[in-house]
């Protein structure tokens, strides 16, 4: 039996789907008794939604699942395919199903998927073609935390617990944020990497090199997480996905559903220590339609498992940057958000100032991500993308953003690494390196280009330790 199973999985692996289901067909005739066994339900259905076959799961399980039989973990990833697909009346038949078994510690989460289903119902959203979250089988964890999973993982969380611009500043610089684990009533609070819903194809968009959509989708958490590195209060991190094979680097994992709660209990009970003792997690979700965005954030109370807000936010190309401006003032209000006073000591090295061009501040954020993994073969390189625009338009942003530390931090290590990925040819790094002569110039009298100045000397002193 098991090795039937593993040899499935690895057909589905090798994008073999037919031979995959020819495997399952077989294990599910009536006549092999199979069908009756809850452990190979929750296999197949867990495998297949983990590599993004979503009908399969509806055609080839759904007949069989019997919810006296065999338990709620079956009837749970079945839930969630319906739900990714859009398919109304099947999921509410499951939920009532799964209702009617009784379980307590199921009430929460059923709670949960009841309110995804109104939303689809309120909004109209009846897609039958929509794609598969990933769901949990026995042998795999959707959301196993660390940058290297473990043999039977496929999607792994990678965790980033400071602004992803100051790795490797560290030994230049010094710490720049406040150290918090000795310190009491801290809030611990994780950002998630968006869904980004309407997508077809996952699998093989998530191999190519990353788009805008999808580099926003892990950039947003990046940033809300680095704003509240500033803070003494909150001990922040960002959470995004990463698919693996056989040890070798990855490919980004895109989410095409949002984050549920079974995902949500995934990331506080997995072995990082970061992941442990949250108090929040932000999850949630971006559309793009028309060249219109919309973003929809969750906030998370973990003790409950309770969803505590919900923001929902939408913008044009032109008014991009203002409307995230808007959910950066409201969202640090919410939370209470102070960087502590300067000279306290837990107050950072560096003040906060929210960037001037939000929209460009997170493609910042999401290029460095992507040659910050790049570097430590967690990501394959063929996911980076043309990187001259991106890290010209940094660089521009540096230049005009003077009283900015961050940005002209950010922009040195951003052209660091591509120089070291040998990710830009040898024209382009000249020409850039230029640019990064004027960014930095000493000329124009701003505090932080006077020389004698503690901001002119930290960017100086990076430079040189980035062999800029």
Do not use: C
Request: no cysteine; charged share 25%; aromatic share 6%.
């Amino acid at each position: 039996m098991k090795p039937l199973l593993a040899e499935a999985r690895d057909r589905l692996d090798a994008k073999d789907t037919q031979a995959a289901l020819a495997i399952y067909e077989k294990l599910l005739a009536e006549d092999s008794g199979v069908a009756a066994r809850a452990d190979v339900l929750v296999t197949i259905s867990g495998d297949l939604g983990s590599t993004g076959h979503l009908r399969e799961i509806t055609e080839l399980v759904g007949p069989h699942y019997d919810a006296q039989k065999h338990g709620p973990a079956t009837g749970l990833n079945l839930l969630q395919a319906y739900i990714a697909l859009r398919n109304v009346d099947a999921a509410q038949h499951i939920l009532d199903i799964l209702f009617g078994l009784g379980r307590p510690e199921l009430e929460d989460r059923l709670h949960g998927f009841s309110n995804a289903i109104a939303e689809l119902m309120a909004q109209g959203q009846f897609a039958p073609n929509a794609p598969v979250s990933p769901s949990v089988g026995p042998a795999e964890t959707s959301a196993a935390t660390g940058t290297a999973p473990s043999p039977s993982a496929h999607v792994s969380l990678v965790t980033i617990s400071k602004p992803i611009w100051s790795y490797g500043l560290e030994d230049a610089l010094g710490e720049l944020f406040p150290v918090r684990e000795a310190e009491k009533n801290v809030r611990r609070v994780a950002f998630a990497q968006l869904a980004v819903l309407g997508l077809e194809d996952t699998h093989e968009l998530a191999a190519k090199p990353e788009d805008e959509l999808g580099r926003l989708s892990r950039a947003i958490p990046l940033w809300l997480a680095e704003t509240f590195s500033y803070s003494p209060l909150y001990a922040p991190l960002a959470a995004v996905g990463v698919r693996h094979s056989s040890g070798t680097p990855g490919h980004y994992a895109l989410f095409p559903s949002e984050w549920t709660t079974e995902n949500l209990r995934q990331l506080v009970e997995a072995s990082g220590a970061e992941a442990r003792g949250l108090d929040y997690i932000f999850t949630g979700s971006l559309q793009e339609k028309n060249a219109d965005t919309t973003l929809t954030l969750r906030v998370w109370e973990v003790r409950k498992f309770r969803e505590r807000k919900k923001i929902v936010l939408r913008w044009t190309p032109a008014s991009a940057d203002a409307e995230l401006a808007k959910l950066h003032a409201y969202l640090r209000q919410f939370m209470e958000w102070r960087d502590g006073s300067a000279g306290e000591p837990r107050a950072a090295a560096l003040r906060y100032s929210p960037p001037a061009q939000a929209l460009r501040w997170l493609h910042t954020l999401g290029t460095s991500l992507t040659l910050f993994l790049a570097g430590k073969d967690v990501l394959a390189r063929d996911q980076i993308p043309p990187l001259k625009a991106l890290i010209r338009d940094a660089l521009s942003a540096a230049q005009r953003e003077k009283e900015s530390t961050a940005t002209a931090l950010a922009s040195l290590t951003l052209l660091a690494r591509a120089r070291d990925l040998r990710a830009i040819d040898e024209t382009d790094l000249v020409e850039l390196t230029k640019t990064l002569d004027a960014a930095t110039s000493l000329d124009d009298g701003s505090a932080r280009t006077s020389p004698d100045s503690e901001q002119s000397k930290q960017v100086a002193t990076a430079r040189s330790a980035l062999a800029l």
